[in-house]
Nanobody, 124 residues
Framework: QLQLVESGGGLVQPGGSLRLSCAVSGVTLSYYTIGWFRQAPGKEREGVSCSGGSGGGTNYADSVKGRFTISRDDAKKTVYLQMNNLKPEDTAVYYC?????????????????WGQGTQVTVSS
């Protein structure tokens, strides 16, 4: 059974960095597309970044391009989101999601498995 566990969130000052991790268990990670999403209070959940399975490439929301980097270690079954130059508007609960048949660019309803989320707060 596929399970996702996020970690690495916390409180950071503007301009700071955090690295989120998404540990995947129960499946062969390389076959799966992994997306990072976030949800701020009172807002809809939005896509942040995605790493396609089977070498399917990556993408980023315009708001994080040049600041966030997604990477994956299929052997360790972990996907990372390196977040640099964080801004207050990056404050949200960050979720990772997985699906074998979704592709980067698929909207969130196509991702069948979700983690519980990790809080990221950017504040001075």
């Amino acid at each position: 059974q596929l399970q996702l566990v996020e970690s690495g969130g916390g409180l950071v000052q503007p301009g700071g960095s955090l690295r989120l991790s998404c540990a995947v268990s129960g499946v062969t990670l390389s076959y799966y597309t992994i997306g990072w999403f976030r949800q701020a209070p009172g807002k809809e959940r939005e896509g942040v970044s995605c790493s396609g399975g089977s070498g399917g490439g990556t993408n980023y929301a315009d708001s994080v391009k040049g600041r966030f980097t997604i990477s994956r270690d299929d052997a360790k079954k972990t996907v990372y989101l390196q977040m640099n130059n964080l801004k207050p508007e990056d404050t949200a609960v960050y979720y990772c999601a997985a699906d074998r048949f979704a592709s980067c660019g698929s909207s969130r309803q196509y991702f069948g498995s979700w983690g519980q989320g990790t809080q990221v707060t950017v504040s001075s």
